[in-house]
C-alpha cells in the first residue's frame, strides 16, 4: 500500500508535491521520495522516515522544476526498506523518466524471472522495478505508447504515474482496485496561464494544495497530460480480462479503513460510508448498553453510526496518544506489555459502571481487540459489547493491503463463540457482507447490478489465477508457527 502525488506546469512543484505527500502519509509511513522535471532533467530526494523529516527548506530546494512526482510507502515486514523507496529514476530508451507506483501485482515472481532470464539486473525487491525493465524493453513509438503495451503485462493492482521531460501518464489497472483522482490547481497558486494538473490517491490531497477535484481516473484508464500545453487525452489500456471487464474490483477495504475519512473514494465521502455502515450495523446488532465508544481513530466515524442509529449515547471512552510512532523501539519485554497503554488510555469515568457498545472498523489479527478490552474492564466497564463495522477478515490480500498470512487471521481460525471468548466480550457482531455491497454508488454499478468492490479478504475470492494459486500455496505450508 502506497501514496501518490504528482503534479505539473507550476513553479513550485516541489513545494506542492511535498504538501501532497503531507496529506497521504496515513498511506505509507516508512519512506518517501519525491523527483522533480526542470528542463528535460529530473532530480531525485527519497529517504526512510515520515515526509516532514526527509524535506526540509534545504532538500527541497535542491528539487528544482515545474513538475513533480512523490510517492509515500507503507512497509511491508522484511521488505528491503532502503532499496524500494520510490519513485524510482532511470533513463529508458535514453530518455530520463520517474516512475512511482501503488498496488501490488500478483504476476510479479513470473514477472521477474522472464527478465532475469533475459539478463535484466535488479536492485531492489520492489514491484516498480519490473516495470521499469519492462519499459525499456517494451515496443512503442514513445513511452505513451510503451506504458501502454506494458499495462497490458501486468497482472493484480497497479496506480502507475511516469513522468518524462514531456508528458505525465497516470494509469489505473482494469479492475480499478486502487483509487488515483485528477484535479486542477487553483488559481492563486499558479499564476502562469497553462493549466496545472494534479494526480493523487486520495483527494484529501488536493484539500490541503486547494487543488479543485476534476475526476477519477477509470479502471484501465490511461490519462496523458502534455506539460507544454496541459493538454489532456484519455487511452484505454490494452484488456486482460475480456468478457469480464465490465466488472470492477475496487477495494472496498479502502473505504472501510484504508483512506482518510475526508477523502472522496469514488464518489463517495469516506467519512459517511464508514457513518452509513456503522448505522446498518446497529439495525443488524442492537444491543441494550449505555454508550457507544470507537476505537480510535479508525473506529470513530462507525461508531458515530451506531449511535445515532441506536440512539444510545455516544462517548470518548479511550484516549489515543498521537506521538507514538509506528518505529517505537522496545527495548524490553516489561515495556512492550505496556504498548497498548503507550497508545490508548481509558477514561474511567466515562467508562467505570457502564454497558459499553465498543465500535472498531475491522478485526485483523485480534490482538490489539483482546487488549483494548482488557483495558476497559480494568477501567470498571460492567459489559463490553464488540461491534465490527465490516465482515469478518479471513483471508489474505494480495493487491497491497498488508493483511497478514491466512493463518494469523483470527477470523480465519475460530468461529463466533471462540472469537467472543477469546477476545473476553460479552457480545460480538460483524456487519453483513451483502450490506457492503448494497453501499457501492449508483454510477459505480456494472450493468449487472453488482457493486464493483473487490471483498477478497472476506469472501476468499480472487479475480485472477495468480492470487488463487497464492492462497493454495499458502494453505499448503505449516500451519502452527505463528508470529
Ligand atoms: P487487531 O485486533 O486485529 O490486532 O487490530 C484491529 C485494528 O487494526 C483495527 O482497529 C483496525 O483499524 C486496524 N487495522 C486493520 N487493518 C489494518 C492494516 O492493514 N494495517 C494496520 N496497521 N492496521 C490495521
Ligand atoms: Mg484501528
Known sequence: MCGIFALTQHREAAHIAFLGLFALQHRGQESAGLATLNQGHISVHRDIGLVSDIFTAETLARLPGTAALGHVRYSTAGGDARGNIQPLAARVNGINVALAHNGNLVNAPELRDDLERRGAIFQG???????????AQAPGADLG?????????????????????????????????????????????????????????????????NGKFERDILPGEMVEIELATGKLTSHTLPDRHGADKAQARRCVFEQIYFARPDSQLWGQSTFLFRETLGAKLAEQAPVDADLVIPIPDSGVPMAMGYARASKIPY??????????????????????????????????????????????????????????????????????????????????????????????????????????????????????????????????????????????????????KFAQRRLREEHAQPSGVQS
Open 125 to 135: 525487491t520492489a514491484d516498480t522495478e519490473i516495470i521499469l525493465h519492462l519499459l
Open 315 to 464: 462517548a470518548i471512552g479511550l484516549i489515543r496518544n498521537h506521538y507514538v510512532g509506528r518505529t517505537f523501539i522496545e527495548p524490553t519485554q516489561t515495556i512492550r506489555n505496556f504498548r497498548l497503554r503507550l497508545k490508548l488510555s481509558p477514561l474511567r469515568q466515562i467508562i467505570e459502571g457502564k454497558r459499553l457498545v465498543v465500535v472498531d472498523d475491522s478485526i485483523v489479527r485480534g490482538t490489539t481487540s483482546r487488549r483494548i478490552v482488557e483495558l476497559l474492564r480494568e477501567a470498571g466497564a460492567l459489559e463490553v459489547h464488540m461491534r465490527i463495522g465490516s465482515p469478518p477478515v479471513k483471508f489474505p490480500c494480495f493487491y497491497g493491503i498488508d493483511t497478514p498470512k491466512r493463518r494469523e487471521l483470527l477470523a480465519q481460525q475460530m468461529n463466533m463463540s471462540e472469537m467472543r471468548e477469546t477476545l473476553h466480550v460479552d457480545s460480538l457482531a460483524y456487519l453483513n457482507i451483502d450490506t457492503l455491497h448494497q453501499m457501492a454508488a449508483p454510477q459505480q454499478r456494472s450493468a449487472n447490478g453488482q457493486s464493483g468492490f473487490c471483498d477478497s479478504c472476506f469472501s476468499g475470492c480472487y479475480s485472477d
Open 145 to 209: 505508447a510503451k506504458m501502454k503495451h506494458v499495462s497490458g503485462l501486468l497482472e493484480g493492482a497497479f496506480t502507475l504515474v511516469l513522468m518524462t521531460p514531456t508528458h505525465l501518464y497516470a494509469c489505473v489497472d482494469a479492475l480499478g482496485y486502487r483509487p488515483l483522482s485528477l484535479a486542477r490547481l487553483n488559481s492563486e497558486l499558479d499564476s502562469d496561464a497553462q493549466p496545472s494538473w494534479v494526480v493523487a490517491s486520495e483527494t484529501c490531497a488536493f484539500e490541503l494544495v
